[in-house]
């Protein structure tokens, strides 16, 4: 990422490098594995990683996801942040900075 001298930009202003992260939920129930641990509880690992537990509770069973990790409508999502550049609205957006 570029560094900005925050003296240039005057508040409200974007500079062109500005780069926006949006949060982002990509679908990874594919690659989950599962794997017994002996308190009975079931490890899942995603890659190498454990990202999470299933716990039983009588006829129902408990989701526990690490951070940045989701379970909801019977799949497992991971959130990653997509960074997308934002330009300029228009041509003449920040002359008043002295490069037009």
């Given at each position: 990422m570029?560094?900005?001298n925050e003296d240039n930009i005057g508040e409200?202003?974007?500079s062109q490098d500005t780069i926006m992260a949006q949060d982002e939920l990509?679908?990874?129930s594919s690659d989950i594995e599962k794997k017994p641990e002996e308190?009975?509880?079931t490890a899942l690992f995603?890659?190498?990683e454990k990202i999470g537990k299933v716990k039983q509770?009588?006829?129902s069973y408990n989701y526990e996801m690490a951070d940045g990790f989701e379970f909801k409508n019977e799949k497992f999502?991971?959130?990653t942040q997509n960074k997308k550049k934002e330009y300029p609205q228009s041509y003449v957006e920040?002359?008043?900075m002295g490069w037009c």
């Open positions: 570029t560094n900005h409200g202003q974007l990509v679908d990874i308190d009975g509880e995603y890659q190498t509770s009588g006829h999502y991971k959130h920040g002359c008043d």
